[in-house]
């Protein structure tokens, strides 16, 4: 059974078949809606539903707020059409040409230049392109790394300053059993090749008078970094504030990157968090960085809120921001969510 879609804004239309996802459907004509994982772990190809019926696989439905569900919302990367449908992808903030020029995702031959440990579980990679143009990035986007013999891809956030056009950097967490954690961990060495895949994702600084509150936890600190050498070397004067979460003082990384992008940009205050254990002389904060953001800032009035971590993290954050003041439009996020198996 073949049904129609039909795209609005731009009242244009495309076939869908059965078994096929609507994003599948898109790209295979020629279309672009915005991506990224493929497997709804992103959030990036989220639309609207304006008409007719559809069927999602809902095991990664956690990067849609049940509001948003209610709201017939939905990913078409995990979503296929029972029937006709109309829908609306505005917040994609895609321009009609845009959507008519295809997918604009390219593929990049690079080469391991350091793969080294920064926590017990969370490892630098840093990739150089052999593509001479390398690849035009946005701070916040990611790319997928395939894994090497495999056609399985990876979506990992670029932690580098975006200016860095011919180097890629990684801060990935390492998973028991994971398919590319123990490529990465075990095998992988210093001129060995990788493919990658990008750039996606539309998480990135938006131009705005507002202060800037950021929260990562675990390996989300990657894109809030590139995020901050981007403003860096804007020379943002607005007050930023990073929150981030970890369990030890060992899991905490990129400290010195931290410390050289305050001396660039003095208005960044870092609060480092601790929720499992922590030395005698510790005199940082301690405890749920959510609970640490509601303790230090009464009110979040007039601010942008960025955020990068595991879905539990970022849905006690979502409430707490809003009971403090961020509106909801001016809240930006990437749920970060592991696959570790081949699957």
């Not at 979040?300 to 509106?327: F, H, K, Q, S, W």
Request: charged share 25%; proline share 6%.
């Amino acid at each position: 059974m073949t049904v129609q879609i039909e795209v609005q804004p731009f009242s244009h239309g495309f076939d869908c078949e059965e078994n096929e996802t609507i994003l599948s459907a898109a790209l295979r004509q020629g279309l672009l809606l915005r991506y990224g994982c493929k497997n709804g772990g992103c959030g990036t190809c989220k639309i609207k539903l304006i008409d007719g019926d559809i069927e999602s696989d809902t095991r990664n439905s956690f990067t849609l707020t049940p509001d948003e569900v209610e709201d017939d919302w939905f990913l078409p990367c995990i979503t296929q059409a029972m029937d006709d449908c109309v829908v609306d992808v505005s917040q994609m903030e895609l321009t009609e040409e845009e959507f008519l020029s295809g997918d604009t995702s390219l593929e990049f031959e690079t080469e391991v230049a350091v793969n080294e440990p920064m926590t017990p579980d969370i490892r630098r990679l840093r990739l150089r392109i052999k593509n001479p143009d390398g690849m035009e990035f946005t701070a916040g986007q990611f790319a997928n790394i395939q894994i090497p013999g495999t056609d399985l891809l990876r979506p990992y956030s670029m932690a580098n300053a975006s200016r860095e056009r011919n180097m890629l950097e990684f801060g990935i967490k390492v998973l028991p059993g994971g398919v590319f954690s123990d490529v990465l961990s075990k095998d992988l060495r210093v001129g060995d090749k990788l493919v990658v895949h990008g750039p996606y994702g539309d998480l990135r600084i938006r131009s705005s008078h507002r202060n800037i509150i950021m929260i990562a936890g675990g390996s989300g600190l990657a894109p809030l970094l590139s995020m901050l050498h981007h403003l860096a070397d804007k020379g943002n004067i607005r007050p930023v504030q990073l929150f981030f979460g970890a369990r030890t003082l060992d899991d905490l990384y990129y400290l010195e990157d931290i410390q050289s992008i305050q001396e660039e940009m003095p208005c960044l205050e870092f609060i480092p968090v601790l929720s499992e254990s922590w030395p005698e002389d510790w005199a940082g904060a301690t405890g749920m960085v959510t609970d640490v953001v509601k303790e230090m800032l009464p009110s979040l009035n007039n601010y942008d809120a960025y955020m990068c971590g595991p879905p539990p993290m970022i849905d006690a954050a979502i409430p707490i921001l809003g009971e403090l003041g961020v509106r909801p439009r001016n809240i930006y996020f990437d749920a970060f969510v592991p696959s570790a198996s081949a699957a």
